[in-house]
């Protein structure tokens, strides 16, 4: 069976609720519920200059405090605030990057 288009496939650009979207959130989560292509959202991010949505910009002070603590696995400190084990070893590798 062959997937069918999404629903505004090959329609510009008008709505600034659309592209107020845009790197707001993965692409594909956009492009879902724009019902877009993951394509089309990334080629309209990048051409208006919208950085990519990264996550890890949004953590929070207290997160940062439990990346930091060693008395805990990265596993732990990942699902105790609902990230990734990657994600925190990342930031963790960020954060003394910073201190020095």
Do not use: F
């Not at 709505?15 to 790197?23: F, H, P, T, V």
């Amino acid at each position: 069976m062959a997937k069918s288009k999404p629903k505004n496939h090959g329609k510009p650009w008008r709505s600034k609720r659309e592209i107020k979207l845009l790197g707001t959130a993965p692409d594909h989560v956009v492009a879902k519920k724009l019902g877009r292509t993951y394509r089309a959202v990334q080629a309209e991010r990048k051409s208006r200059a919208i950085p990519a949505y990264y996550p890890e910009a949004n953590y929070t002070a207290r997160d940062d405090r439990w990346a930091m603590r060693n008395d805990l696995t990265l596993r732990q400190i990942a699902k105790k605030i609902g990230r990734s084990r990657e994600s925190v070893k990342c930031r963790r590798r960020r954060l003394r990057a910073q201190k020095q």
